[in-house]
């Protein structure tokens, strides 16, 4: 019997665990949970391990498919499932939610997680959503992956239709196995529709696509307290001036401010490029993190023992889902 191996990856909500019960002969194992963070806007469960599901493509061939979680805090099995039980693993298929405020830094995020794994496997990305929002097009997806530096293949798909991602698998491993892929499709086309397992989603809220700089509401500040760990917030112009804050220290909005206008300068005198974010933090008390966006700044007072990297993704998320 001859087994091939491939790992599913990208964002909550991309279409992971819908594309690998799509595939899978056999009801796949999901550990999907239910949320209680800001991922509940979107979706009411989402994978904690990993999802796991098989497909024969005939007698002596058949394809393990595994699917990692979208959330950085269960970034242990990225590794566990790149570094040990996928190891040996065929390639990546990234799958990008077109519908994102911005796919560019879904794309560029995932890039860098799995570059280890990118730089000696095959990498496909598949772009999901595209019914909902259709741009951007494939020739700026195209664009993107030339500015990274990566060498993949980008695919428009429904994860919903097992012929889509049938043809999916052919463009990863058609040359590497000996399957009848054009009856392959043709029964998948045919075949009745599977009943899957359900996932829960809340009504698609899609905006219009308006390039890659994310412009932050007035009401970012009243999402970010629903952040566990956060106890204020302020969102101020590149000019420093205040636009709406929870805080009730004005010295902590003045010092926000101050920020707006220091963070420019260190990308100026320093190596390390743009800079997103700017981290202050305390032993015994709060931390404050400052998040930098095209003309805005947003300063998050959080407790010490909230994890700053998880917190960052939870306002990525936030800011991604408009």
């Not at 990274?148 to 428009?156: M, N, S």
């Not at 959080?302 to 917190?311: D, E, P, Y």
Request: glycine share 6%.
């Amino acid at each position: 019997m001859s087994e091939l191996k491939l790992i599913f990856a990208g964002p909550v909500g991309a279409g992971k665990t819908t594309a690998i019960n799509v595939l899978s002969d056999k009801p796949s194992l999901n550990t999907d949970k239910a949320v209680s963070d800001v991922t509940a806007a979107r979706k009411a469960t989402t994978t904690v391990a990993m999802d796991y599901g098989c497909l024969n493509l005939n007698e002596t061939q058949k394809i393990h498919l595994y699917g990692t979680p979208g959330q950085m805090r269960f970034r242990f099995m990225w590794e566990l499932l790149t570094n040990e039980l996928a190891a040996d693993c065929a390639g990546l298929v990234l799958l990008i939610d077109n519908t994102r405020a911005s796919p560019f830094r879904d794309l560029k995020y995932y890039a860098q997680e799995f570059s280890n794994l990118i730089a000696r496997k095959k990498l496909i990305i598949g772009v999901t959503r595209s019914d909902l929002r259709a741009e951007p097009e494939r020739a700026q997806y195209e664009s993107w992956v030339e500015e990274l530096g990566l060498t993949a293949e980008v695919v428009f798909l429904d994860a919903r239709r097992k012929s889509d991602m049938l043809a999916l698998l052919q463009r990863f491993i058609g040359d590497r196995v000996d399957a009848d892929w054009p009856q392959l499709l043709a029964d998948a086309d045919n075949a009745p529709e599977r009943t899957l397992p359900t996932v829960e989603q809340a009504p698609a809220q899609v905006s219009d696509y308006l390039g890659e700089n994310i412009v932050m509401k007035d009401s970012i500040v009243d999402d970010v307290l629903n952040i566990k760990g956060v106890e204020g917030a302020a969102l101020a112009t590149a000019m420093g001036d205040i636009v709406t804050s929870s805080l009730d220290d004005t010295e902590l909005d003045d010092f926000i401010g101050f920020m707006a206008g220091i963070v420019p300068v260190f990308e100026q005198v320093s190596d390390l490029g743009q800079v997103q974010s700017v981290v202050l933090k305390s032993d015994n008390s709060e931390n404050l993190s400052v998040y930098v966006e095209e003309e805005q700044v947003l300063g998050v007072v959080s407790s010490n023992r909230t994890s700053v990297r998880i917190l960052r993704q939870q306002l990525d998320d936030l800011l991604q889902w408009g």
